[in-house]
Nanobody, 123 residues
């Protein structure tokens, strides 16, 4: 049974930084995809960043490219989303997701497992 445990998040002023972490347990595959999504009230959930834990470059949404960095920790089966220069439009509930394989790491289609979410508020 796969579980995703998220940590981090909180409130920060514009221009500040936050770090989100997501640790997966129960995965028996050596390679799988983990991604971060976010959803604001009244908005659709959108992909922020994704990466295959087994290797490969991360994927980023255009809206966060050059500000967010996705870091994988293969040994701990976790990923960390370092969010820099945060802006009010980054305010959302952030969700971690995982799947054995997805065709598009920034699309929620194909992701099988989801965390409960962590709130990020930028003022």
């Amino acid at each position: 049974h796969v579980q995703l445990v998220e940590s981090g998040g909180g409130s920060v002023q514009a221009g500040g930084s936050l770090r989100l972490s997501c640790e997966a347990s129960g995965y028996t595959y050596s390679s799988y995809c983990m991604g971060w999504f976010r959803q604001s009230p009244g908005q659709e959930r959108e992909g922020v960043a994704g990466i295959y834990v087994g290797g490969g470059d991360p994927y980023y949404a255009d809206s966060v490219k050059d500000r967010f960095v996705l870091i994988r920790d293969t040994a701990k089966k976790s990923v960390h989303l370092q969010m820099n220069n945060l802006q009010p439009e980054d305010t959302a509930m952030y969700y971690c997701a995982a799947a054995g394989w997805v065709s598009d790491p920034l699309s929620e289609d194909g992701y099988k497992y989801w965390g409960q979410g962590t709130q990020v508020t930028v003022s």
